[in-house]
């Protein structure tokens, strides 16, 4: 079948085979295309508010050694720092006060916040109201039981690359089967759980995130959130080729279309490529936005890649400005919780 008519077919029955995904993924003519339908299923299963996700970067200290990351164990260049749950707390309740209902608490994988220093902290934050997601990578079973007990209602752990072979070289010491089990476990825990991976790891191959998206389908996450890999200084990658958008927003779409009622972030890897690379995002299949509310010197010392800090505004004035870019699209913010429609979890609206 030529690839428009494919791509039309994937829009109502949201199914592709992975050589369909491939000759989509490879075809450089309908992009456009792909987009536009793509934001088509968007509008029809989750219509046209955008959620927002307040992000809080509460540690930059990590035990891993992540290829890809700037914060990985290794690098000496960073300035580590570890905010107090006093100081993680003030800012949720700053991000409740600026109206988000939501606050996404990331971090590398640091020992120091175990469950007896977590589960509190969970507790004040959820008095106030507001849902809450975890990224901070992978524990046992217990553990994210004992975050979910405590109020935390989504888990957001990418699973980078569904290539095992490239999973194991970039994260060394680590195990793709343990990944695999966390995702398992946050499912079988009732979570809400996000998945995804970067796109344009040297080695990764069409065929490979072909395999990737036939993973989401079969996976049915809650949310898929993808952006483009950008190489970081005094990493092992970091002289990786420069790049690129357009690979990953066409993920992104592919995603859309075959999941069509998932949420789907427009990443902030996406913005740091290209100003307005969010907005695309949102006009490609994506609906939600992690508007990032760290301040000060943390913010600028969470360099998981470059341009990451500069990318999203300054806190304060954030909603507002999104607003009216939002609005210039035909679209507006979410007053809700901005649950996954399709299944019975935190409130959609
Ligand atoms: N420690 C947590 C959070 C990781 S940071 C965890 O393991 O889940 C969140 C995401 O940033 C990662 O999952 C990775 O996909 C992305 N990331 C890391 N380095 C990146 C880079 N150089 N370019 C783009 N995205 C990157």
Not at 27 to 44: E, S, Y
Not at 51 to 68: D, G, M, P, Q
Not at 182 to 189: P, S
Not at 259 to 281: C, F, K
Request: aromatic share 8%.
């Amino acid at each position: 079948m030529d690839s428009l008519s494919l791509i039309l077919q994937a829009q109502t029955q949201n199914v592709l085979s992975q050589e369909q995904l491939l000759q989509l993924l490879q075809d450089p003519h309908i992009d456009k295309a792909l987009f536009q339908a793509a934001d088509r299923v968007r509008q029809k299963y989750v219509g046209n508010a955008v959620h927002l996700r307040a992000l809080i970067e509460f540690t930059n200290i990590c035990r891993n050694n992540c290829a890809y990351c700037g914060l990985q164990a290794q690098n000496t260049a960073v300035t580590r720092y570890r905010m107090t749950e006093d100081k993680i707390y003030a800012l949720a309740h700053k991000a409740a006060k600026w109206g988000y209902k939501t606050v996404v608490l990331q971090g590398g994988e640091d020992g120091f916040f175990t469950v007896q220093r977590l589960v509190p902290l969970l507790r004040r934050i959820k008095a106030l109201g507001l849902a809450i997601t975890l990224s901070i990578g992978e524990r046992p079973f217990e553990e994210y039981q004992a975050f979910k007990q405590a109020g935390a209602d989504r888990y957001l752990l990418r699973i980078e690359t569904t290539d095992k072979a490239l999973y194991e070289k970039y994260n060394p010491a680590m195990s793709f089967e343990n990944r695999l089990r966390c995702l398992e476990d946050l499912k079988r825990l009732n979570y809400e759980v996000g998945t995804g991976i970067l796109v344009g790891l040297p080695g990764q191959t069409a065929q490979s995130l072909a395999q990737d998206l036939l993973f989401f389908k079969r996976f049915q996450p809650d949310m898929v959130g993808l952006g483009p890999f950008i190489p970081c200084p005094n990493t092992p990658l970091s002289d990786a080729p420069a790049p690129q958008l357009t690979p990953a927003l066409k993920v992104m779409a592919l995603t859309r279309l075959l999941l069509p009622d998932i949420n789907i972030p427009a990443t902030t890897a996406m913005e740091a490529l290209q100003p307005n690379g969010r907005l695309q995002a949102l006009q490609s299949g994506a609906n939600v936005i992690m508007p990032n509310v760290t301040e000060g010197e943390e913010r600028q010392n969470y360099a998981l890649y470059p341009g990451k800090a500069a990318a999203a505004q300054a806190p304060q004035n954030l909603r507002q400005e999104l607003e009216q870019k939002l609005h210039a699209i035909g679209r507006h913010i979410g007053t809700g919780y901005g649950g996954h429609k399709g299944r019975k979890g935190v409130p959609c609206c």
